[in-house]
């Protein structure tokens, strides 16, 4: 299973992006997708994710400004994000948790990760 992130890029401050992240390969089902994002010199801090049920998290400084879906068809993650601000400039990863897929005979779940998409917000 791979996961592949895309969608980052420029933009001005009050902008919008939308990032994709989806997962390729044989699987099941996908428990939790999550968005975390690393600034320079910062540490890697969740974002935003969502559980099977559909119930979302959100950081505190993204609330009201992030919105993140899922399309469990396409076995991939939105992360809509709105009012951008120069703080958000980071490299966004994906993180799918508990893939559930096939190996032999058995059902295993892994955790995986994206390589990340770089968001730059430009005041």
């Known amino acids: 299973v791979q996961l592949q992130a895309s969608g980052g890029g420029l933009v001005q401050a009050g902008g919008s992006l939308r990032l994709p992240c989806e997962a390729s390969?044989?699987?099941?089902?996908?428990?939790?997708w999550a968005w975390y994002r690393q600034a320079p010199g910062k540490q890697r801090e969740l974002v935003a994710s969502?559980?099977?049920?559909?119930?979302?998290y959100y950081e505190d400084s993204v609330k009201g400004r992030f919105t993140i879906s899922r399309d469990n068809a396409k076995n991939t993650v939105y992360l809509q994000m709105n009012s951008l601000k120069p703080e958000d400039t980071a490299v966004y990863y994906c993180n799918a948790v508990k893939v559930r897929l096939p190996l032999g005979d058995k059902v295993r779940e892994y955790d995986y990760w994206g390589k990340g998409t770089l968001v730059t917000v430009s005041s």
């Open positions: 390969g044989i699987l099941f089902s996908i428990n939790e």
């Open positions: 969502i559980n099977s049920g559909g119930s979302t």
